[in-house]
């Protein structure tokens, strides 16, 4: 089935709010296997939105609006449609008594405005009645037409507990949809095509996709058509055949996150962990700890933002600052012995850097990164220059940490003193 | 003057991609004054293209249509618009030595696709050359038609360098656009609107907008229009009559953040700050530090994730984490003296909460958090409750946290014993 979505708002169209609820109607529609055709923003104005309706209900097997169904005067959603398909507004008394008891219930004050809610184009019907989330649907030339909120919430409320299963019901002859997502991490987004060029290539109901994600690139293999066994074989193969060519790069699949696969190969290898940052000023502890039972295996960590505290607190010694610099592969090193010392863990790291836009000298650019890592058997390091603004360089360089600990742990031979 | 944006591919319509384009081509031309009537999205079909290009230019003064540009066979914009506004492909031979010398000197092998991206729509011009974003115009009935990569850096960089400029060359009868943006925390949006109710009623050209950005509420003025000087003096009152009723609540304006007010009040108060985190996990300090010269004030933090790490790093005393818990008033405040005292800081700033899935108990549910302050002077320290998954008690109390700074330095009376 192939369906239009229609967003409806002057915020959209100046940029005020992100187009969240298009992406997440395309996002479910698509992984459900509905084909989305097309997308189509438009303000307030009813002969906008009546041109774009019309258009796409002549196109579609199934229509998705979102906006404009509030209380004032710029809400003219319903009103134009009602117009647009010669319906009538009438009253729906069950609507208006629901709104009428949701007002009492949060204690909020009764507004006339508040009944325009309740008169929909004649036909129409509720979808199943949520508190605050009124969207209704009707049938027009034999399509299903969904009214929606704008709010986010409801939006995906009614999106998921009833247009998508209201949809299944009325395809007939399903489709079914595969997919598996490879995060790449220290590979570009050309050296990923060149690798992989040609696969897949004689499998028609396979699509292969390359998404710069900063600062990773994410590979999908997509297949769609009616055999759900035969489906995830064909996903299956690609990715085994992706693995021969870029295995060393993927860090994470589908919904997991590298720091997600860190704290996994952490725990199995029974290790645990503290962290020294510096130019990272905090994001690589962050994203540690964005992992539910990450406790288990973080320690803790230290900014060590000012040279004092790098003495201080992980017994960096002065003359590497002075003969080094707190930018320099014997910092990092410190660094990250120091705090494995101090924290008492298995496995120490550290990131020092110039993240920018000021600090930066002809010998130590903007960008430059030295990340360190320590166990009880040694210490490692290695500058990088990274490219980016300062969030960029802190993003790189906090990845890079992170996926030191992967690439050591999974036997990468850069780490033989380790 | 009227534009509409088109944007093109597959993956806008599947939601692997979010449409950062649109929206930051839309932010982009609303902040000049042009007025973007509507944006529509197709995937790599050339009758889909061909149609929203089509119905765009007969109601629009301009259009930007990026994507679709590549070198591979769905990349069908080039192909498609030149059939459509009948004008032939023809080489761009300077564009062809360009893009030649690019591969040289990127270092990449030569692949014949590339000569695709040299094929222009007859009469196309180049957008200024920059390395690697090869945009290009045509004028069709009268109007200025850009085509841009999808490749969000090309697309940002053209759109700013050449094609706003390019439309303002053009438009006769310059419209204005004055706007400000408050950024509030602390408060729910239902709160702001109760108390800004009626601000700016009598005034036509203004717009007053509430938008959630979790965890903050944004209240944004707009006024378009001919006037410059009028329009900024309609936003300037609107923005006064507001920050009578919510200016508390008031942590940041514009494109600043409340991380830069709190950089900038420390500045001001020549303090500095040492931060202990334990829920947060790092997050206050990446805050703190994704502003450009936040080593002038933030000296150092710590990811205290473990009791002892608290005790060993903070000194928090034993009896403190055994009697009351880890997350606990006690702790808080604790933590907020033996960061300040390790790290002899003028401030010292705690968080220890629980930020969930897992962890919680029915005294101390997931979602409580406290904060702590201390300064030479004392210290105090309070709980709450907040709601959300791990992520949003990670950035409810981050914010919450930084925020203690903003109203402490501002002479809030719940401060009075620091």
Known sequence: MRGEIITIGEELLCGRV????????????????FHVTAIATVGDRAEDVRRVVELALDRSDFLIVTGGLGTTDDDITTKTVAELFGRPLTLDRFLLDHIRQEVQKQDLLWNDD???LAWLPKGARLMDPEPKACGYYLEEKGHPVFFLPGVPEEMRLL?????IPHLQALQSGKTYYATRTLKLFGIREDKVGTLLKGLGRDVPDLIIGYYPNFPEVHVVFTARGEDSALLDSIVADAEKAAEEKIGPYIVARDEETLEQTVGKLLLNHKMNLAVAESCTGGLICHRLTEVSGSSEYFERGFIVYSDRSKMEELGVPMEVLTNHGAVSAPTAEAMAQGVCRVSDTSLGLSA???AGPTGGTPDKPVGTVYIGMATARGVVSKGYRFFGNRSQ????SASMALDWI??????????HRL
Do not use: H, P
């Not at 992100?18 to 296997?33: I, V």
């Not at 999106?159 to 247009?163: A, E, R, S, Y």
């Not at 992967?406 to 780490?415: A, E, K, M, N």
């Open 393 to 396: 360089v802190k993003q790189m």
């Open 114 to 116: 508040l009944e325009k």
């Open 18 to 33: 992100l187009n969240l609820n298009a992406w997440y109607a395309s996002c479910r529609l698509s992984a459900m296997g």
């Open 352 to 354: 020092t850097g110039i």
């Open 159 to 163: 999106l998921d507990k009833f247009i």
């Open 406 to 415: 992967r690439r050591f742990l999974t036997g990468d031979s850069f780490f």
